[in-house]
């Protein structure tokens, strides 16, 4: 596969008020094909897809990648969607063990491996970002060695996307060893502040742990801001919640991501909820819409 721009303009709908993007993850239409998937998504008006690569998603390990990445992508182009690349499969690289090596387990090979076609497959999908996660630290390895392993794995990746030319989104996840804002700013120092490290945000994540209000939250990150995952969420429970049954005020938290400038895709990600997915994303996509609507008014 050969490299292709990070960025793509959209042709099909239209950005929500504010000039914000709104995507929808693949990971909550598990029981879609990704073809009827990405036109449901499409016809509803989101303007961007998070891709989950996936068994069923655009399946990296299967014969005929190139065939297939360049068939998504003319269906992408086709719909007028942005997509950034999401690396959060469960059982992609073991069927036993979720999530499963990471970049923290003594042989982070696989992991390592699979970061790095993600990095191409986005660059011939012509995506905005690549995003990935730490892991949870194994039993048994000390916390010093996890780190160790994790700064190594993300210079590879990073020095990847480097050459591609693809942004990375490393995002903070609860439970995992970088779990937080703070976290991700030691990473990033670690590595030397490479520039094309950036951060993928997760709001239900900031309402559940990060000591700062949520829009506080944006605006602290607003230079490093590549990619954006939004949910509901409750303070301490890590759960993706459909918007309105948790505890974040949105308004103020759009109205920051455009205070902020950001310009990326603001993709809601409710991977628990495929049973019901086009009812989930058409509810999803009118409460941003009127959530943003407001928040423009203040």
Known sequence: MTAAPATRAT?????????LRFGYGTNGFANHRLRDALTVLADLGY??????LDHDHLDPFAPGLARRVAAVRRRLDALGLAVVVETGARYLLDPRHKHAPTLLHDD???RVGFLRRAVRIGAD????????WAGVRPPGVPPDVAADR????????????AEAGVPLGFEPEPGMLVEDIA??????EALGA?????ITLDIGHCRCLEPMPVPQCVSAVAEHLVNV???DMRRGVHEHLEFGTGEIDFPPVLRALTDAGYRGLVAVELPRHSHAAPAVAARSLDFLRAAASRGEGR
């Open 183 to 188: 976290g991700w700013w030691r990473l990033r």
């Open 108 to 110: 982070p090979e696989r």
């Open 11 to 19: 042709a099909g709908p239209l950005p929500g008020p504010g000039g």
């Open 150 to 161: 994790l700064v190594a794995g993300c210079a590879v990746v990073c020095a990847e996307a």
């Open 125 to 132: 999908l012509g995506a905005e970002a690549v995003s990935f």
């Open 47 to 52: 303007v961007g897809v998070a891709l989950t």
């Open 229 to 231: 995952q939004i949910d």
């Open 194 to 198: 490479p520039p094309g490290f950036g």
